[in-house]
């Protein structure tokens, strides 16, 4: 026995009001001194006991009154009969049986043993003593004729339309909202990508959701199926009907139901505690298709690049079908969605196999894009026959060189190798075209001359500070906010430097620029035995990540002759410094710290060769435009994002307070506001569900583009046979329906096996007809309990 | 000291002028010729011949007629003779009730009036009247003289009369029959209240002594149509000790039928007995009923059953 409404069942406390009226009557009485005392005693005399039991008998049904009431008002609902029979319904007997006691005094033994064998009942019943015959009988209810509470769990991953299966989904799903009975509610939870319910609360409107899922479409990513069962759940719990039940429409791939075990047994758990168990169906919508080709992935070499470099598009296609493709795959290339393809080729891909296709690509407009990978094969599945990721292209990558140990002399200025490294055409007075266009466009400054309020205006990405000594209180504050709102700073030693200014001020807690302190300098410029080499091991940093391949060139080609040692925590502070490569004397070589937004990397030696030849070895150049590109590239939030993740932009300060517009794949439209934060201005877009590009526009008409992928594992077509389904599910719930539509209607089936069904039925129409019954026997028998008797 | 005019309303009595107390039986008379008469040369008025039988006495025949028709004939007079009256007056505790809509005039108050009412009655149409107040006793006997200032005397011992003590009015008739010497009327008022075989037997044993019984029962309105509604403890009036706590409501229409019933079991009884009962309730005027009975009785009839 449940309650729909549990705190109006404490109405019941109601039936002290007839009780205290009672007593309150019985000790509030008049004096009357009675002449005619031989008439009322032989009236008494008789009818003492009668008048008592008549008392009594008006006395329970007024105390019954409220309490059925109550429990009318709280909506009782009662999931077997069992206690409803002999909490309410042999106590109502027995009552009846003592009214005919005092009604028929002539058959009182009778009336009065039944009585008390109603009320003996239900004391032995209640007390487990025995169960009589009608325990565990659940009380059933035919889903047509009740109302229902329903949450559908619908599958809209782009999975479903292989064979149809979203069709049938889409038609139970409508034939059932349409037919539920008046006063049911419903809720529809989509579960592709993450639970997004269609209504935000259940609706009584039944019809229009009905109608609202029929034209719902399947283009979204993996099921998020525990996601969605809590969300189910939740919901059920807030259902306004005794019948609930759970339906999950879904197409059971195997790879949705992986590593969902545990929390399979949270959700049992919460499911157990509920005081309405909802049923649970399940109905595989799913058809056997297999062939499939799918673009598992799409990998750009960099993803900022200038304008006219070079970009290699890497994919990884996999046939998850049987069909095998002898160099008729089509793979094309597709740039910002156009139609036509910008480069393609054909592929071979056995069955089972996984491909790669390499794409270059150069970019002629600087802005965001979106590069698309695209393979022509007619499968099961269309949505994951192409794949795309956002590429940044950038006109030029503003670098503020600071040379703090200047030279009139050519290449004997500190910062003069690095220029040349980092612009190596425009060094050159080589024509300038798009092939070769500097993506760096690198300025030197005299550290006597470095004004950051002038120098550092919004074209400059990265700063070094090669070989500084130190800087004016000024000129630290800006650097500051520089690199807090994104911006990259690299600081290349030297002999000029002031390793106390860079401990005490640079370092300084206000500050906090400095990855690694310094402690004194080691090697020497005269003694060649103790130089030393860089530790070319495997790197994991993207800015070395290069020197992993060989033929980029080789950090331990270099030779170091002198270098600061950095200090590094005994691991006891708080390090938050990390250490990009070491030199074979075990000192750091790189560090990099990620301060707010930016990042500041500081390279133990010098950057011109005063201290290491490597200025002049073959991996300078890509070693100083990583680093550079990499400070650079850290300015943007990532624009490849899966299925559902918020999209992150970063506007300048005053951008502030106004609107972007957002296209999402489908077409439709929304604004968000760019607020502040901190130093910068962010526009977040979180509705990104559907799979695809996202386009957001500033009102200056500069538009960025993001990209969401759905998850590669969706293209897997493996189903789960229904043992599988079984066995997984029985961490869920003990008894789970299960319905195969890919033969049958799964209405019909799902009716079929409705009817069969038994739920908690609410009891408030029984209660309610108990309650005016009582009223008016209480009436009838004022009336008839003052009748005569002699 | 009461006055005469505490106890006699000159607008009851005025009401009640034209009305005689005649004994509707002839008191004494009726038995001339049973017994030896002790009233002579009292007015004699011819009724009608007889015919002689054996054992008649011989100086009432009729000579004249025995010469002209050769019968013996007796004649026969209607003998007028002096009404004597005992007004019996219940001073139970019973009588003591005074309900919620006859404030201040309890049932023995009515009858005290009553009583007196009947004794002015009697004593202006020059007959006599006594009076006997009773509760299981006894209490006070006045017997009958036919001065009109008898009448204070009556009123006297009204005055001196105050509820008390149980009814036990077949003891009481008992013992008060072989008292009243002569035969005459007997007037009883009393709500007769008690065990009804023992009342008809004390009734019945008044008219085995020939007297003419008439019962003025006094209701209060409250015990004719128990109204009380709320929880109410009755206190016998009689018994201190008997009290009942009780919902009359429920009790109501089981009390009405056992008046109804005890009612017309009484109403049967005198009628059987000859006896005219006549039923007030105090909250009527007691000259209205008096005088309908009085006029009922002047027409020879008798009340009705009910």
Redesign the interface.
Known sequence: MNFLNLGLAFGAAAVVIPLLIHIFNRSRFKVVTWGAMHLLESVLRVNRKQVQLEQIILLIVRCAIPILLALCLARMVVTDWGPFLHRIILPLAALAFLILVALAPSLKKLFGTLSAACILYAIAAEAGIFGGGYEKKNVSSDSTDIAASTVILLDDSFSMNADGGFAKAGAFTEGFLKNLKKGSDASVVRMGGSASPIFAKPTSETEALGERSGQLKASYDKVDLIGSLDAGIATIHEGRNAKREIILVSDFRKADWEKTGGALATLKERLDNEPLKPAITLIDVGGSARENVSVDSIELSATSIGVGQKVLVRAELRNHGSSSYEGDLQVRLLVNEELNPVDETVVTLNPGETGQVLFTHKFTEAGSTVVTIEIGASDALDDDDRRSASVTVLDRIGVLLVDGSPSEEWLSGETDFLKLALTPFEEAKIKNSVETKDLIDASVVRLANFDPAKHLDGNQSVLVLANVSSLEDEQISALSSFVRNGGGMWLALGDKVDADWYNEILGSETNDLLPLPLRNIGGSLSDDSVRTRVVASHFEHPALSLFNDRRNGNLADADLWRWHRLGESDGTGTQDATVLARLETGDVFLAEKKVEKGIVIQMATTVDGDWTNMPVRSCYLPLVQQIASYLADQVTPPRNLPAGATLTHYLPQKEAGKTLNVTSPDGSTHTVKAVKRGSQAVAEFSNTRKPGTYQMDGEEGSSVKFVTNASPRESQLDRMSEEEIRESTNALADSIDFIDASEKDALAQYLELDGARTFGRETWKILLGAVLALVLLELILQRIFGRVRT | MATVTDYLNPKDLSHLANHQVLAKRVVEGFCSGLHRSPHKGFSVEFKQHRQYVPGDEIRHLDWKVYGKSDRFYIREYEEETNLRCNILLDAS?????EGTRTKGRS?LHYASRLGACLSYMILKQTDSVGLVTFDTKIRKVLPPRGRAAHVGNIIDVLEDTSPGGETDLGAVFHELVPKLKRRGLVVIIS?C???LDSVMNGLAHFRHAKHDVVIFQIW?PD?LDFP?K??????????AE?K????P???????????E??RENFTKGCYRNRIDLVPMTTDQPYADALSYYLALRKRGGRPSRK
């Open positions: 505790g019973s009588m003591a009730y049932k709500d209240f008690g065990d209060d015990e009380f709320q929880w109410t403890r009755f206190d016998c009036l009689e018994m008997k009942h706590t009780v919902d409501t429920h009790l109501r229409q089981a009390y009405l039928e056992n008046l019933n005890y």
